[in-house]
């Protein structure tokens, strides 16, 4: 293997920048020629190929978003578009793709894998942290405390105003950012997608707390849960309480990322350079605190199994 290309790809995460500067240096202190794909596998298609050097990643570890820029590509979807794909990679002298981002730029990159036999890695880049096969993914550390600033900040107002408020979070179908955001927060109730609420409960719990003086309320709702606008309106005339609503949104995909997931982007950058150096088609994650690879098929496959020890804890310390 002399030349690997990387791209980033689907929705943007903290901690993709400090990743490709740890993939690209590591590659080069291997010997290997790298090349960076603008806007993911649109890029790919269309041939937006940069040469990437040690120098041209300085400075961007502490950057949020990613130098590469990302896309969703439509083409990509279709063998014509893959074939495309596979097609510049050849053209351009490509022995091997690391790809970074969620379950669709995966899936993109398991069929580049079987149609073409092509050696293709994927590192878990997406704050929604919706992957099975690993405990985080890049960029959910940073997502996380991003909303627990928030929540924070929001805490200190709606206490100098004895009202309530419901905090949306992102992460799609997966509860995980309004579970440990929540948790950090200290919030009275968290709605996730993966466990069915009372919303009957929740107004009784945010009276029984007004009678206690306990006067105002944080509820984090993850997006795949409810909508925070639609919770308020049952809940006001429910309780006959004070609310507000907060949508926190892409706020949550940028800055500049954590500790954690700038050691997770070293960890999986320099791994994800090892299994192109094999060969082989693999995925990089990190499960009970150890960098993994796995099959990209065998993690595609995996189920999410949602914290409900977590949650429990979240609603005992709640009352």
Same mark, same amino acid.
């Given at each position: 293997?002399?030349?690997?290309? $990387? ?16 993939? &690209? ?51 990509? &979807? &279709? ?54 096969? &690993? ?6 550390? =940073?997502?996380?405390? =991003? ?59 945010? $009276? ?87 099959? $990209? ?23």
């Amino acid at each position: 293997m002399k030349k690997v290309a $990387i791209l980033t790809s689907g929705g943007d995460a903290p901690g993709m920048n400090a990743t490709l500067r740890a993939f &690209t240096r590591y590659a080069i202190s291997n010997k290997l020629e790298v090349v960076g794909i603008e806007r993911g596998y649109e890029g790919l298609i269309n041939g937006n190929l940069i040469p990437l050097a040690r120098r041209s990643v300085s400075d961007i570890l502490q950057r949020g978003g990613t130098i590469l820029k990302t896309a969703r590509s439509v083409e990509f &979807t &279709t063998f014509t578009g893959r074939q495309k794909a596979y097609k510049v990679l050849k053209d351009n002298d490509i022995d091997g793709l690391c790809v970074i981002g969620g379950d669709g730029t995966f899936l993109g990159a398991q069929l580049l894998s079987q149609e073409f036999g092509f050696p293709v890695v994927g590192i878990p880049g997406t704050i929604d942290n919706d992957l099975a096969y &690993t405990d985080f993914s890049i960029g959910f550390d =940073t997502a996380v405390n =991003t909303a627990l600033d928030a929540i924070n900040k929001i805490r200190d107002t709606m206490t100098s105003h004895d009202r309530t408020c419901i905090v949306q979070t992102m992460g799609r179908n997966c509860g995980d950012i309004a579970l440990y955001a929540g948790i950090g927060g200290g919030a009275e109730a968290i709605l996730v997608p993966e466990i069915e609420y009372d919303i009957n409960r929740i107004a009784d719990n945010v $009276i029984a707390n007004h009678r206690k003086g306990k006067s105002s309320d944080i509820i984090v709702v993850a997006e795949g849960a409810g909508k925070a606008e639609e919770l308020a309106i049952v809940l006001k005339a429910l309780t006959k309480v004070s609310m507000r609503t907060v949508v926190l949104g892409y706020i949550q995909r940028g800055g500049s990322p954590t500790l954690q997931d700038r050691l997770l982007g070293a960890q999986f950058g320099v791994t994800a350079v090892k299994v192109l150096l094999d060969g082989e088609s693999k995925v990089v994650g990190i499960k009970n605190n150890r960098i993994i690879t796995l099959d $990209i098929t065998t993690a595609l496959r995996k189920t999410k199994k949602f914290e409900k020890k977590l949650y429990n804890i979240a609603n005992t310390l709640a009352e």
